[in-house]
């Protein structure tokens, strides 16, 4: 699996050095969502927002994010070997013609195409979950 840096066109709204680690802003819940889905930066942020008023979580919380990607048709799995989660996120057995929202621990990125897409390089991280469209 590649690696291709991708802000999800967060700088379209928004000031920002995505490249710099340092300038980081936790955004990326959004970032993974709008890649993953082709939806843009502004209308996942806002939506996020607006589930976020309903359900009482913080935009960017898992449950939150969760609650949203269930509520437009993506569906929550487990990477498994051998009856458990061991898989760093470039060895999860993926689709390459699918595409994915992976959460490692404490950050959510997106996997186009077995490509991950991220500002930053995360491949080394365990895989804790993903979504994937249910069709």
């Known amino acids: 699996m590649k ?5 999800g066109k967060r700088h379209k709204y928004f000031n920002c050095m995505c490249q ?9 819940t959004i970032r993974a969502i709008s890649i993953a889905t082709g939806t843009d930066y ?23 994010c969760e609650l949203f990607l269930d509520s437009i ?7 498994f070997k051998n009856g458990r989660r061991k898989y760093k996120l470039k060895n999860v057995p993926i689709d390459n013609n699918k595409r994915y929202i ?8 997106a996997i186009v195409n077995g490509v991950q897409r ?17 069709k």
């Not at 008023?53 to 919380?61: I, L």
């Not at 991220?118 to 249910?134: E, I, L």
């Open 3 to 7: 690696h291709q840096f991708d802000c």
């Open 20 to 28: 710099l680690k340092k300038y980081a802003v936790g955004d990326c």
């Open 42 to 64: 502004k209308i996942v942020w806002d939506s996020l927002m607006e589930s976020a008023k309903k359900t009482g979580y913080m935009p960017n919380s898992r449950k939150n």
């Open 73 to 79: 048709g993506w569906k929550r799995q487990k990477p």
């Open 102 to 109: 992976f959460h490692t621990s404490k950050h959510w990125t």
């Open 118 to 134: 991220d500002t930053w390089d995360c491949r080394q991280w365990c895989a804790n979950s993903y979504w994937t469209k249910v």
